[in-house]
């Protein structure tokens, strides 16, 4: 299934919420999985700039800064903390490249990645990872003409409440 043009994008909303359950679900403190939740949301910094999905949405290059960046707060004794922050900042530009074309790989592999996930009982894999040229190129991506999705839907409320809704169970039972 390809996204068409009209098909909402992947919104802030949901790329914070996947962060937060995941990390009230192996028990941080819900102080400290707000603060992570906010750094999942950096990638998107680069809208700022002129480009989305690129240099800031690259796995491999999250890996790259985040490993020396680890090891200075592991002097500070905030390793874990840096762990925790860049395992789950890498799933902003995995949750897009679900939804779109995206540098994942960058520099290693200069085209833009997309994962396709439909599941059928019978049929080819469940996994389609297409780096086709029907897909958005390099300037595409370097020149949006806009913000490529809203920072919050109806959809993506639905969801998030859904997500939350273990979470935000126990909030009110305590």
Known sequence: MEVSEGEPKVEALLHFTVVLAASLGIGIEPEVALILSVIALLPDIDVFFGFHRMYTHSA???????????????????GRFGLLALSLAL??????????????????????????????????SPLKISSESGGRTKDEIQNPDHLEGPLATGRGVVISIVILFPFLLKWVAA
């Open 60 to 78: 491999l290059l999250m890996v790259m800064v985040g490993g020396p960046a680890i090891a200075i707060l592991s002097f500070f004794g905030l």
């Open 91 to 124: 799933t902003h530009p995995l949750i897009d490249s679900f939804s779109d074309y995206t540098l994942l790989l960058w520099p290693a592999f200069r085209k833009p990645l997309r994962f396709d996930f439909s599941l059928k009982l019978i049929g080819a």
